[in-house]
Every structure is written in structure tokens, then in C-alpha cells.
């Protein structure tokens, strides 16, 4: 029995010997080791800790084809990537950088000549946070270093004023296909993001993307699909000279903003759903392709030069619930031929279809009077029997009466 006690006691005790460098044996206060700038790796991933988060510094096998970032490494959250991190994965085709991620560094992607799908949570360096932050562009992320099935592309970039615009010229794979921005619920797309970017052939933007900066698709050709975004406006000259043939205007969109899509040059077809309710002042012009328009019925003013040389502009539907047509608002719009203007309009003013050489068919809606006012004429007052006549009212709106104000009474 004392044998058998004896036995057991030598095991317990060589048991805890060997346990004990598992247990109590952390370094704490200054000689903790656990948060300091300590390179590691993981199974794919070379990586520093530091401040509890994970920053990616390179990926061991530079033959990998697909890289997905994770969310978390050693449960710390990863935050950063360094710059030239992925830099020479020639088999790369595919990357997916997480939301969680703050910072992007210089180059991450140069020299991957085979990537044809990037998810990233933003464009450039860094989101913006605050006024005075630098804005990089998509090219960033590529760096301007040239490889082989490279193309090298200008962009530009500006901290938060047009005051203070620079250029470089990156170089971007020419297998890029698709770039997701999933956005991290107040993402905001820089000035110049994807300027030039013609290799590109669709454009996903997630739910996290907010606003659109200026010229954010100058010469771009890509399809455009917006998931879920939370944007309430396309903003400012956003999506002013993109080339794509198609656009359609997210969900949660209410306003077009001036020139928000001002010179896109081949849209087919402008179909403003009854989502928007306002139409800023160039919103459309020089849309040289469209050849249709429908109006949300929910626009009660289409402002000044909003639809200003759409030189194929066919066919415009404007629907009842419009009270104003706006300065010039169709001027120049060679190819229309036949128009009606709904029963709750109420002004139409100087120039609206000014220039509009084939418009010969005007119809007005509603048995009402209307006069016509410019501070260097005299008012005229045409009847609704008058104006009953669609030829003759589309010669005063065009022509003889086109530099007045009409008002119904």
C-alpha cells in the first residue's frame, strides 16, 4: 500500500514538473513580450503585432494563387498591409482584403501580372477619417513601378481641396477584371479613384460605401454595380465623363447632384427612378448618346441646363407631379421631336428648348391660359385654344417666344 501511495506521489509531482512551463511563466509589466513589434508567421502570412493588431508584412509562397486576408490572426485583429507586401506574386489571381483592415500600403499588389479580382474595403492608402487626409487613388495600391503585362496609367489625387491636385503614373496589371470596394460603412470613393482605369471591366460597390468623390470614373468604361450602397446622392461631377453605355442609379439615391453625371457620352438611356426627387442644375448635360428619358414623378424641378446637348435625345417622358422646366433644360437637344408637358407644370423658363431644331410637336396638358414675360418685353398672354395647336406651340417655345418666361394662369 505505501509502495503503491509512493508510486502515485512520483507521478504527480514529475506531472507538475512538466506542466510548469505552461503555467505562471508570462512575462508581465516591462518584460511582457506579448504586444511588442515581433515578427511572426503564420501558415500563409509573415506578419508584426503591435498595439494588439496585426499588421501583414509579406506572404511566405510567392506562387499563391488566391490570397483572402483573415479578419483575425493569433485572435488580433490585422489592420494594416505593408507596403510591397504581395509584391512579384506573378500566379496571383485573385485577393480579398477585409474590412477590418485601416491602412494599405505602396505597392502592395505591384508586379502580380495575373491578378484579375481584388476585394479591397477602400481605394487607396487609407479611408477617409478626417479633413486633411490624402486621398490615393486605386493606383496606389500598385505602385509606379512598371512589370511585364503592366499598363501605366495617369492618375491624380488631392488632399480635400482642388487647390492642392498631384499626379503619378502608375502601373496597374492589364489582367485586372473586377475590383470590389465592399466599404466600411462610411467609405468614401476619392476624387480620381478609378480614373483611367480602362482595363477594368466591372466595378462592384458594397453597402459601405457612402459618397463619390469628383471625376471618381473619368474614361472609365466598366459596368457599374452598386450593392446596397448608402449613398442618398450622386454627388458633384462623380460620374461626370465616365464611358460606360449603361448606368442605373441606386436604390437609396434621392438627389443628382450639379454635373453629377454630366458628359458620360455613351449612355443609351437616362431612366431616373422614382426614387429621386431632384435634379441639380448640369446633371445630364452633354449625354451626346441618350436617346430616351423617363423622369421620376417624384422631380418637381428639372433645374436649369439639367438635359443642356443631348444631341440624341429622342424621346422624354416627363410625368405628372413636375412643376418646373428649368433655364435651358433641354437646349440643344437636337434629334427630340415630340414632347408633352404634364398638366402640373406650372413654369417653363427661358431657353428650355431653345436650339432644339426637330422639336415640332409640342403638347401642353391641361385646358389653361398661359403668359409669357421677359423684362425686355411685354407680356403676352396665349389662350389654351391657342397653344390647343401642338406645331405652333413648339414653334413659340423653340423660337418666338423661347427667351420669355411661361407662367400658367
Known amino acids: 500500500m505505501k509502495s503503491k501511495f509512493i508510486k502515485i506521489l512520483t507521478l504527480f509531482i514529475v506531472s507538475i514538473a512538466f506542466l510548469f512551463p505552461f503555467f505562471g511563466c508570462k512575462k508581465t509589466g516591462n518584460g511582457d513580450t506579448s504586444d511588442q513589434n515581433v515578427e511572426s508567421k503564420s501558415d500563409e502570412f509573415i506578419y508584426i503585432t503591435e498595439n494588439k493588431e496585426v499588421k501583414i508584412l509579406s506572404v511566405k509562397d510567392k506562387t499563391i494563387k488566391n490570397i483572402v486576408v483573415p479578419k483575425y490572426i493569433d485572435e ?45 474595403p477602400f481605394v487607396g492608402k487609407t479611408n ?94 466598366a459596368e457599374i454595380v452598386w450593392d446596397n450602397p448608402k449613398m442618398d446622392k450622386i454627388d458633384e461631377y462623380s460620374m461626370s465623363d465616365y464611358k460606360g453605355t449603361a448606368f442605373n442609379i441606386p436604390s437609396s439615391v434621392k438627389t443628382i447632384e450639379r454635373s453629377g453625371l454630366a458628359d458620360c457620352e455613351f449612355i443609351q438611356n437616362i431612366d431616373i427612378p422614382d426614387h429621386v426627387t431632384t435634379v441639380e442644375p448640369y446633371a445630364f448635360r452633354g449625354c451626346f448618346s441618350a436617346e430616351s428619358l423617363k423622369l421620376s414623378k417624384n422631380v418637381k424641378k428639372l433645374s436649369e441646363y439639367s438635359f443642356y446637348f443631348c444631341l440624341n435625345l429622342k424621346n422624354a417622358e416627363l410625368k405628372d407631379g413636375l412643376e418646373e422646366i428649368g433655364e435651358s433644360a433641354f437646349m440643344g437637344c437636337k434629334a427630340l421631336e415630340k414632347i408633352v408637358i404634364p398638366k402640373t407644370v406650372k413654369y417653363i423658363y427661358i431657353g428650355a428648348f431653345k436650339n432644339c431644331d426637330k422639336l415640332k410637336n409640342i403638347i401642353i396638358s391641361g385646358d389653361s391660359d398661359w403668359i409669357c414675360y421677359n423684362s425686355s418685353f411685354a407680356a403676352k398672354t396665349l389662350s389654351a385654344k391657342t397653344l390647343s395647336d401642338s406645331t405652333l406651340t413648339a414653334y413659340y417655345l423653340t423660337d418666338r417666344y423661347s427667351d420669355y418666361i411661361w407662367e400658367r394662369l
Open 76 to 120: 488580433l485583429p490585422v489592420t494594416a498591409i505593408s507596403d510591397h507586401a504581395f509584391k512579384g506574386c506573378k500566379n496571383l489571381e485573385t485577393a480579398y482584403i477585409p474590412n477590418c483592415v485601416k491602412n494599405m500600403g505602396y505597392g502592395v499588389f505591384s508586379g502580380c501580372n495575373s491578378l484579375a479580382e481584388l476585394t479591397l
Open 128 to 221: 477617409r477619417e478626417k479633413v486633411g487626409t490624402k486621398l490615393y487613388t486605386l493606383g496606389y495600391t500598385f505602385g509606379e513601378e512598371p512589370f511585364e503585362g503592366s499598363d501605366t496609367i495617369t492618375q491624380y489625387y488631392y488632399f480635400d481641396t482642388l487647390d492642392a491636385v498631384e499626379s503619378a503614373d502608375y502601373c496597374l496589371p492589364i489582367s485586372l477584371k473586377t475590383v470590389r470596394i465592399t466599404g466600411t460603412g462610411n467609405t468614401y470613393i476619392p476624387y480620381s479613384a478609378f480614373r483611367n482605369c480602362t482595363m477594368i471591366e466591372k466595378i462592384i460597390l458594397g453597402d459601405g460605401v457612402s459618397s463619390v468623390g469628383t471625376f471618381a470614373f473619368l474614361g472609365v468604361t
